[in-house]
């Protein structure tokens, strides 16, 4: 396996903090007793002070800066920032060839996430969470089709090690879909505290930081979309300034009817958006004569050739 060398990359500086939440004041419930371990039971006390909504933020800053401009990295639906490190089957991921082009790289667990940490608290979200089973994913992010789940066989030339689909499963997490604003906020915190950034987002992560983007320009430097949904539509609002943006596409769109629906959507936004900067770019994988990556491009095989794709553009684009 190509493992990282740790010997060939030094950092500066290496961290971690939570941005955003808000206190919710819980009064009238009755205690109830909770078994700490095996050896503690205490009487709990459901009422008080509790933060929710923060998010988790992890930054790594590589000691050989190539660019000054640091890397926020959004995942998407289901996931938390692990998907942007090491791949299911041990290899680099974008984090570490991010920090290997000398990039400061900064890592979320967006609201409800992973080390954000999710509201236990009756009603203060309107919904219940749900999880997307081995199935779903499989299907979802374009493996395979249904009637192939069982007996693991992928889609011909398909990428992502299916080895590895088990560790995959391993990474998905409860999420909900009440909290866009929320989420949106948190970003735009992380954005307040470190500068202008390039915002890469995949998935739902990519319509966060469309949205994030339209909000606050002056702190996008540029925005990196994998295959995006959710993500405000440019056709209906007037944008100020249209910074840099570019649009990664993978395979097997006309395999999926979920990917059928979807994809003229954000290639639509992301063709009225381009008409309102020159810098934009579409890297359409399958159309380059790039076949076999599915919705997961940034664990596939060819990991490194897209990153480098988009670490080129975004040198030339931002002079660097």
């Known amino acids: 396996m190509n493992r990282l060398n740790d010997a060939s990359l030094e950092l500066a500086d290496m961290g971690s903090f939570h941005v955003g939440g808000r206190v919710v004041h819980v009064s009238g419930r009755e205690t ?6 095996a ?17 988790y933020v992890q930054y790594f800053i590589p000691k050989r800066q190539s660019v000054p401009v640091p890397v926020l990295l959004v995942h998407g639906g289901g996931l938390t920032g692990a998907c942007w ?3 299911p089957d041990g290899r680099p991921g974008w984090l570490h060839l991010l920090l290997r082009e000398g990039f400061p790289v900064y890592v979320t667990d967006i609201v409800e996430r992973g080390r954000s940490g999710f509201s236990v608290i009756d009603g203060e979200w309107p919904q219940q969470p749900f999880i997307r089973g081995a199935q779903d994913v499989w299907t979802s992010f374009r493996f395979g089709t249904f009637n192939d789940f069982d007996e693991r ?3 011909e030339k398909l990428r992502f090690p299916i080895g590895a689909f088990d560790q995959l499963m391993k990474q ?15 970003l735009r915190l992380i954005l307040d505290r470190i500068g202008p950034a390039i915002l890469i987002g995949h998935s739902q992560g990519g319509g966060l ?3 994030l983007a339209e909000q606050a320009p002056d702190l996008a430097a540029a925005t990196v979309l994998l295959e995006p949904h959710g993500g405000p539509d440019p056709s209906d609002r007037t944008i100020e300034k249209a910074g840099p943006r570019c649009l990664v596409v993978g395979d097997y769109i006309d395999r ?10 954000f290639r639509h936004r992301f063709d009225t958006y381009r008409k309102k900067s020159e810098r934009s ?8 004569g790039v076949f076999g990556n599915s919705h997961m491009m940034m664990m596939e095989e060819n990991n490194d050739y897209i990153v480098s794709q988009i670490t080129t553009w975004l040198r030339n684009t931002l002079g660097t």
């Open 281 to 288: 770019i579409l890297i359409d994988l399958p159309a380059s």
């Open 39 to 55: 050896d503690s039971t205490v009487e709990h006390d459901p009422n008080g002070e509790f933060w929710i909504e923060q998010s």
């Open 256 to 265: 999926s009817p979920l990917w059928m629906e979807i994809t003229p959507i």
């Open 32 to 37: 109830m007793q909770a078994r700490l371990s």
């Open 209 to 211: 930081v469309t949205e």
């Open 153 to 155: 066989r992928p889609f």
């Open 85 to 87: 490190e090491t791949t």
């Open 172 to 186: 998905i997490v409860p999420r909900w879909t009440c909290n866009t604003n929320s989420q949106v906020a948190a």
